[in-house]
């Protein structure tokens, strides 16, 4: 041990010296000796001395071993590789501790210091592992010691920093590779690429690629299926087979989506035996499915300019095919030639209202009086079905064969208009009409690309001939517009089972489309209402705002839920106008706020890595200026035990790791102490900073300057002096 | 009582808006063009045997509208005919050109049947001015105007010009309906129910046949190209091939 005075204590002992002798020179040699010690203590106190000391080197260079205990750590493979690193680190204790000053720790998620022994006794429990972590811990807590560091781990690395923002380390770290990837049983499904929007009807292309260890010669079935809300439906079968025990494959699937919607599937290889990890074997995702073309019938009971326009109008949109039936004659109707020289073929009633149905999206009556064309009250009840559950559109548009008039009244019609028949208050009111939009923000209103804009147009359209007068609305329909010049309902809608039912008492729209011409317009604004109008009806996702697509509402804990937001077209603003946030919440309360990133104007993506199971709901706000826009989603999380999940062996990170510390990486069965020997050095504890003890705190000194004094005091008794 | 609150109701039920009625509008020419109005009292017949034969509600009542007129703009469907010299001013062109543009179905005359003749050269020559990039075209047999109601294999008229019809498309749809035939010729009567041309060279076969295509380009403007929907296809060939 090195001793040094500082100045302070030289001065002390300076003023010490001097104090000795002013002393001796005024009192007595016996009592005077005592004073002088006590003062001289006094004086020690009060300048509190100190001495630096600076520790000695370490004859060994220190060695921090580090051993993973995670869960990962107790596969079999087909030893249990903690089992592997306790055996090799007992057969090396006694070669290593003769070399190196060793301290033990073991590590999951932090690490903890313990004996050797106990370190021979440790079990695989830690749910994650933190490499990084432990690493941060172990230098910090033996800074003084500075050791170098030997880790006996698989690499599985299920936490912390991401590989590659892993840091460098000043003291060496040595790793040592535990597991053998090629005595593991597993089949992973690793990767599913599809694209994230497909058609209704139309192919969809889906590749599989698959992962085995430990399978020779097997084939084994992948299975894909659709996940509705109460079964699964099998879709396709396909097989993969595997040749040698390690390799990957991939698989292709060509389905075809049969509704629209988001809809959910997932794909499956069936546990084998002796398999390692059994939650990689299955994969869920899905599939945005939107209708390539809305299929729309049209049924018009009689010819007139009304369905001569809106047939355009659909017609010419190419989005949309559609299917018209215009009645040209009725049974009063005489006409002078025989059948043959007539283009009029039959209604088909029956093949349109029991077989092809369900084959549209949109259903609309348009002055159409079932009775009188073989439409039987069965035909209505599918038509009910269509709408409440196949989530089919219905339209009846105003006329002299329409609600009431039409004899719907207490048919399977009745239950799914929104609006009351009674013939008695229906009437063909033979006045101008304009619309009062009484729901502003419904999509089927919106013409301009801002509200005061939308307004304005509304305001502009020419008044119409005429409207039927409907008695009144049921409760629940929602009023959408209504006769400016006396409230009468003109537009009302709602929502039956899954599908959207709209009751309209106009009829002439088609003088909005001559009326805006005669104004120079383009009838841009009567062909967007019409568009908006029939995708309302046979959608609910297309007329919103904003659509949120995640890529799986069933995802496991500690895996990345990828979220893109999409904006409607034809918002107004830039995209540096606008923001989205997704807001995570469960059971009612907000967990999380994820901010997304634009893509462009029109698309925002971010990503949610969920922390535990349970039932999330994910809400996406879009601000654009003061309105607000938001779409949700409920996303379910379960838990995933990531040890196990992705079994193999991660070497490559742990060579990563020594490589960037300046250490070296070991297989198992290569690893000695020798190894080490002259890579770690023992002049790491150089430049240690020396510690400084302070030399006046001890006690004794007070309780020697007491007794001191006590015996001056004696002493001068003892001689009469006092 | 009974029947009579029937016979009442009944008439009640047959009211309807005009709004969503036919209506037949006769466009009133301005100037160099002479007999605008040649038949008045044939759009009273064209009607009645319009709503006596098929399931159009009409107007009873033949509308009579000026390019000046913003009625034109509640009649989607209007005859023109005459003869002579056709001019528009440009406030007129400007009207039509909308009228047509906004949806509008133009059924033109040419009252002369004279092909090449003042009107047929002058009425061609203000088309181009409303539609520089485009031209009247012969109507193809497959035209959804021969078969919108009865089956038809050719056209008629007062005199056989052409045995087509021409017709300029806009927008996907025929806008303009042109014939040199005098369709409406074929209909007129004198005070007495007796017709008053000639139908040359077909006779009274060739009446009916301009009977049967006015039925056709009335209903045309009314359905559209409903008849060319795949679903009617196979029925209307079976029934051309009988």
Redesign the interface.
Known sequence: MDFRFDAVAAFAIILSFAAILILLRFAGWGVSWLKFVVFLILVWFVLEPSVAVAPAANSKPSLAVLVDVSKSMGIEDPRSRLDEAQKLLDHIRNSLEDRFKVTYYQFSESASRLSFENLLIAKPQGDKTDIDQAIDQVLYESKRDKPALLILSDGTKTAGRKEEDSASWTSPIFSVGIGNAAGLNDIAILETHISDFAFKGRPVELSVTVRNYGFAQKRLPVILKEIGEKSEEEIQVREVRFGSSIGESNVSFKFTPGSVGRLKYRVAIPVQKNEIAKLNNTVDFSLEVGREKLRILYLC?????????L??VL??DPSIDL??F?????PE?????SE??????PFPANDIFVRTLSEFDLLIFE?FSYARFGIQPYHLENIKRFVEDKGGGFLMIG??NSFG?GNYADSAIDSILPVQMDVTREE???VPVSLKIVDEDHPIFALGDSAAENKKIWQSLPL????YRLPGIKSGASLLASSKENGAPLIVGWRRGKGRVMAMGI??T??W??????K?FL?SNYTQFWRQTVRWLTSLEDSKEVRMILNQTQCATGKPLSIQVFVRQGQGGSAGDRSVTVTVSQEGKASESILLNPVNRNEFRGEWVPSREGRYELLALLKEGLKTFSDKRVVSVQGADQELENPYPNHDYLKSVSHKSGGEFFMASEFSPEKLEGKIRASLTVGVEPVRKNLSSSPWLLVIAAGLLMCEWAVRRYNNQL | MALLLIVFFSFV??????????VLAQLKAQGAVIQWDPYPRVGSDILAFLQ??????ADPNRRVVSLKD?A???A??MIYTGSGQCGFGAEERE?LK??L????LLFVEDLACESGGSFDYSFRAELKKMFPDKAMSVLSRNHAIY?????LRGVGGRKMTHNYLEGLDL???TAVIYSQNDVLGAWAKDLFGNYLHVCEPGGEAQRWESQ?LMMNII?Y???????T?T??LP??ED?LK?
């Open positions: 009971g009689q010819p007139s300019p009304e369905y001569y326009f047939r355009q017609k010419s299917v018209s215009v009645i040209l004659r009725n109707n005489v006409v002078p030639v043959d020289q007539l283009s009029l073929i002055n006329g002299e008039r063909i009111e033979d119409l001939d005429g409207y009829f002439s088609w003088q489309a001559l009326g805006l011409s005669e120079g009838q | 039920s047959v009211v309807h808006a005009l709004g969503n009625r036919f006596q034969t098929t399931s159009v509600k913003s034109l703009f509640q989607p469907f009207a909308r009228y543009s906004g949806g509008g078969r919108s109601f009865y089956l927008d996907g749809r049967k209903l403007s009314v359905t559209g190209t409903y008849k929907d679903i009617h029925f209307i029934k009988k």
